[in-house]
């Protein structure tokens, strides 16, 4: 389960690393859903071998064992981060002002 700390942490732009088990994945949170209900998710983004990869993961999954917050933004303006999936990844960091 994920501490109420770290649920407040996980926000769109914020890089994350989610343990699934012994199995870490490392990327950018480009959107969180439905808040602290049972269906609640947030998507995760990273580019692995020059293919991009999402990741949907519910907020309530017993399957992850830790979220690490690597770094969070200083400033987004949107709640979904839709458009980064059109972008490179210097593009994204000079557009966000984070490191991805």
């Not at 991009?52 to 400033?75: A, D, M, Q, R």
């Amino acid at each position: 389960m994920i501490t109420e700390e770290i649920l407040k942490q996980i926000k769109a732009g914020a890089k994350v690393k989610v343990y699934e088990g012994t199995t870490p994945f490392e990327g950018m949170v480009i959107s969180r859903k439905h808040g602290k209900e049972t269906g609640a998710t947030f998507t995760v983004r990273t580019t692995l071998a020059g293919v991009g990869v999402e990741k949907i993961y519910p907020i309530n999954c017993p399957i992850i064992s830790k979220v690490t917050i690597i770094s969070t933004p200083k400033k987004i303006h949107r709640s979904k981060l839709y458009f980064v999936k059109k972008m490179s990844g210097s593009r994204v960091r000079r557009k966000l002002g984070v490191s991805v």
